[in-house]
């Protein structure tokens, strides 16, 4: 058994890693589910309803750093390669923000979707 924890994630955009900061985060989707009290809590249950999977990262800004492409990205594979060994695959995903710079410490965060991520 490892002992090793998640503590650093590698994004990647058909096949190209983004170069970005420590902190990125996966919702893997699914279904969420929300409560349902009846009169009595015997009668209980809950609903479910779809969720997308969600991937977002913040990647470090610099003089070689091109918004115009990632404007274009839709239907693109994100890879998330966790450093415990797992890898995360959302096929058919999409760039939800626009880029939005910030003149402060180079950062762009990205928000991807996607209808799925599956355990590679």
Not at 9 to 36: F, M, N, W
Not at 38 to 60: H, I, Y
Request: glycine share 8%; hydrophobic share 40%.
């Amino acid at each position: 058994m490892s002992n090793q924890l998640l503590g650093v994630a590698v994004v990647k955009v058909d096949g190209q890693v983004l170069r970005s900061e420590p902190g990125a985060s996966i919702d893997v989707g699914g279904y969420t589910r929300e409560d349902q009290v009846g009169a009595r809590v015997q009668d209980s249950g809950f609903s479910e309803k779809p969720a997308l999977a969600v991937v977002d990262c913040v990647v470090m800004f610099d003089a070689s750093t091109r918004t115009t492409p990632m404007k274009a990205w839709r239907d693109v594979t994100i890879v998330f390669e966790c450093d415990t060994g797992q890898s995360y695959v959302l096929a058919h995903a999409w760039l939800v923000n626009t880029p939005k710079l910030t003149a402060s410490g180079g950062k762009l965060p990205l928000q991807f979707k996607a209808p799925e991520a599956v355990e590679a």
